[in-house]
């Protein structure tokens, strides 16, 4: 059973509009939530992180919003562009400190269009 | 340039062939993953090393062997390849100390096909 789900397998957005890509999770173990992103041909990059004692972060036109007792968090983008078309994939840890494993979602294709 | 590098690219084989992918970084990270991407189920971890000569097992480590002798090289052996070892897989690297607060680094992946 998949303890982070990734329920959109892919997301359309007009240019200049605003992405929400979500992410559920189960394991209340978990307190740290990374967000990846993924090219054709290339390996994820990262892209944002949030620690389980904030509910927001962010990053220029990338934000990450955490709800502790919905175990859900999306990223939102704002303003998208074209460049922004790629796989986004939701990651969570169950450890912010020591051991370094990473269990990931399944993956939202995300296509920006002019 | 702060890589993760993967050799092949792409490989195709045969059912029970042995075959290693090699994967080196040069950031002198202690942590090192191996990852399989597969459709609707995201990346899963194989093995991981957390420094030379420490290896351990991720979610998915049947049929898989790995070995840590550098701290730069973690290649990831498939002694008796099956065809749902078909994947694309991914490894990874990051500095241990802080957990999953390091950014891991991938590399550019390598497309196994097992016929």
């Known amino acids: 059973d998949q303890q982070v789900k990734q329920n959109s397998p892919s997301l359309s957005v007009q240019e200049g509009r605003i992405s929400i890509l979500n992410c559920d999770y189960t394991?209340?173990?978990?307190?740290?939530f990374l967000w990846y992103k993924k090219y054709p041909a290339e390996g994820p990059t990262f892209l944002i992180s949030?620690?389980?004692?904030?509910d927001k972060n962010e990053d220029g036109r990338f934000t990450v919003f955490l709800n502790k007792s919905a175990k859900h968090l999306s990223l939102h983008i704002v303003p998208s562009q074209p460049g922004d078309s790629a796989v986004y994939f939701c990651?969570?840890?169950?450890?912010?400190?020591?051991?370094?494993?990473?269990?990931f979602g399944a993956g939202t294709r995300l296509a920006v269009h002019p | 340039e702060a890589q993760v590098t993967q050799n092949p690219r792409y490989l195709i084989t045969v059912t029970g062939k042995k075959l290693t992918v090699t994967c080196s970084q040069n950031?002198?990270?202690?942590?090192m993953s191996w990852y399989r991407q597969d459709p609707g189920l995201g990346l899963r971890q194989i093995y991981y090393?957390?420094?030379?000569?420490?290896?351990d097992k991720g979610d998915v480590p049947e049929g898989y062997k790995v070995s840590r002798k550098e701290k730069r090289n973690f290649p990831l052996i498939l002694e008796s390849p099956s065809p749902n070892q078909t994947s694309l897989y991914f490894c990874?690297?990051?500095?241990?100390?802080?957990?999953?607060?390091?950014?891991?680094?991938f590399g550019p992946g390598t497309r196994l096909t097992v016929l």
């Open positions: 990874a690297s990051s500095f241990t100390s802080g957990g999953a607060l390091n950014e891991q680094f």
């Open positions: 394991n209340s173990m978990f307190d740290y």
């Open positions: 949030i620690s389980s004692i904030k």
């Open positions: 990651a969570a840890s169950p450890f912010s400190g020591g051991y370094n494993k990473l269990i």
């Open positions: 950031m002198n990270h202690e942590y």
């Open positions: 090393s957390m420094n030379v000569e420490v290896t």
